[in-house]
């Protein structure tokens, strides 16, 4: 999981890209950057570990000037470990013409794609990064598909199609190609988020923005203009033209279930599907579910986790009747624990990011809401702190269906043995986790509440039904992720 944005402005990008960048936090902390072109094309970079804030200083803004360029914030899901520098997001080749590209998703056919890159395409590689594979497989088909001197949009659309035909996995893709403009696409499956914004200069003429959630085009006074399509690819030349082409003839939108249950903002509309709205239907459904397997005359207060599981955790509390309270208090000054790597790291963290209070707690049999159980890791340690405020039982349940099958279209889920719910029933979930009792969304239910309304007729479900849309992930492939990837 990561944040991307790129714009195509009239005057200088730099502050708008680092203040999107801040909107974008939540989907990446381990790395961030910028890089930015004007006239004759020269990129200005800059990229660290951290979050955006500690990572960019006054020098740094005033070396990235131009009136074109990208950011990105990064957690790490392949390459090497998540601190690493040389991971860092964005990545550059200098021919043709130089390219510079960030990249959120998850190539699942990388080691083909380096033994091209290298024994074929005759092309260096400097990482381990899918990110640095992607923008080299471009480059390569960039520089198969000039004709002449001058690039134009057809021949960047023709380079995009070939990219879709070699590469496999998920992909919401930006470039900046030095001199010419900015490119963005979208895997066949749209499986990653890309929106599409422009906003009218007073001067005239238009700036354009692409970025991963729509909240970052609403805050600057972009006017949504729509999602880019999957297999799609716009392309806005220096002089603020768009130009847009279908790039792949078999293409379907199948996005992430994932990112409507945690990962996007809930000011967020992603694929024509507000996440808050989602959320609120999620814990519609999800009453339901509580209700036909609990006794709820037993549950005194409904109380969310912080803050992803709110919206579900008011429509529970609600549909059945229950008293919503909140007990427990976030510090937002540490990070989503979910997104830290290590197990060691995400245990220590939820301590110091929720404090439960014990007013809320004591002597009553709460019912905790939560957006999912991956590891367990958080949920167990949340358990523990209610009975330790007081709770007389605690009964937990989740907004999502049992995590039970590696996620390798983005985010951090490598191996199978890391998943608490992977071969255990729910009532050995439940004594592992230390609940009294324990709930789950129901796999269509969950379906059903983000797509409600929309013209979405599938999701990747893959880490709960084990249903993998892109048809190329074999048993092989997990056991080499498991055996290669560290979370």
Not at 48 to 66: H, K, W
Not at 101 to 123: Q, S, Y
Not at 465 to 482: A, F, I, S
Request: proline share 4%; net charge negative; glycine share 8%.
């Amino acid at each position: 999981m990561c944040g991307i944005v790129g714009m195509v402005g009239q005057g200088p990008v730099n502050q708008d890209i680092y203040d999107s960048l801040l909107l974008l936090q939540h989907r990446g902390q381990d790395s961030t950057g910028i890089a930015t072109a004007g006239e004759g094309g020269v990129f200005h970079i800059a990229k660290a570990r951290g979050q955006v804030r500690e990572a960019f200083r006054t020098r740094d803004m005033r070396s990235l000037m131009g009136n074109y360029g990208l950011g990105h914030v990064r957690y790490a899901t392949s390459g090497l470990a998540a601190g690493s520098e040389e991971e860092a997001q964005p990545f550059y080749v200098n021919a043709p013409y130089g390219i510079v590209l960030v990249h959120n998703g998850n190539l699942t056919n990388t080691r083909e794609l380096t033994n091209e890159l290298f024994h074929t395409d005759r092309r260096h590689l400097n990482t381990t990064s899918d990110t640095e594979l992607l923008v080299n497989v471009l480059a390569n088909e960039l520089q198969a598909s000039i004709n002449g001197v001058d690039l134009d949009p057809a021949q960047v659309f023709q380079a995009v199609t070939r990219v879709h035909e070699r590469v496999e996995g998920s992909y919401a893709a930006i470039a900046l190609i030095s001199g010419h403009g900015l490119v963005a696409f979208r895997d066949p499956f749209g499986i990653r988020p890309l929106i599409l914004g422009t906003r009218q200069c007073p001067t005239g003429g238009y700036e354009w923005v692409v970025a991963s959630e729509s909240l970052v085009l609403e805050n600057a006074g972009f006017d949504v203009v729509r999602d880019v399509m999957p297999g799609e690819a716009v392309f806005v030349d220096l002089e603020g033209n768009l130009h847009t082409q279908q790039c792949s003839p078999d293409a379907k939108l199948i996005p992430c279930a994932f990112e409507y249950v945690y990962l996007a903002r809930p000011d967020s509309e992603m694929n024509g599907i507000s996440v808050y709205e989602a959320r609120l239907r999620m814990g519609e459904r999800l009453a339901d579910t509580i209700a036909k397997h609990t006794d709820i005359a037993d549950i005194d207060v409904v109380m969310p986790i912080p803050d992803s599981s709110r919206p579900s955790a008011m429509q529970v509390a609600r549909k059945l009747g229950i008293e919503y309270r909140e007990g427990f208090h976030k510090n937002h000054y540490v990070g989503r624990t979910f997104i830290m790597p290590g197990q060691a790291v995400r245990k220590k963290s939820v301590r110091q990011k929720l404090n439960a209070m014990s007013s809320e707690f004591k002597g009553k049999h709460v019912l905790l809401i939560d957006d999912s159980i991956v590891r367990g890791t958080t949920s167990k340690e949340i358990i523990q702190m209610a009975r330790d405020a007081g709770a007389k039982t605690v009964t937990f349940a989740s907004a999502a269906p049992p995590v039970r099958y590696p996620h390798v279209y983005g985010i951090n889920m490598p191996s199978r043995h890391e998943l608490i719910a992977h071969d255990r029933t729910i009532p050995e979930i439940a004594a592992v986790l230390g609940a009294d009792h324990l709930v789950f969304q129901e796999v269509e239910d969950l379906k059903a509440a983000i797509i409600e309304g929309s013209e979405i007729e599938d999701l990747d479900m893959s880490c709960f039904d084990g249903r993998y849309v892109t048809g190329t992930v074999t048993e092989e492939y997990l056991r080499w992720v498991e055996g290669t990837h560290t979370s």
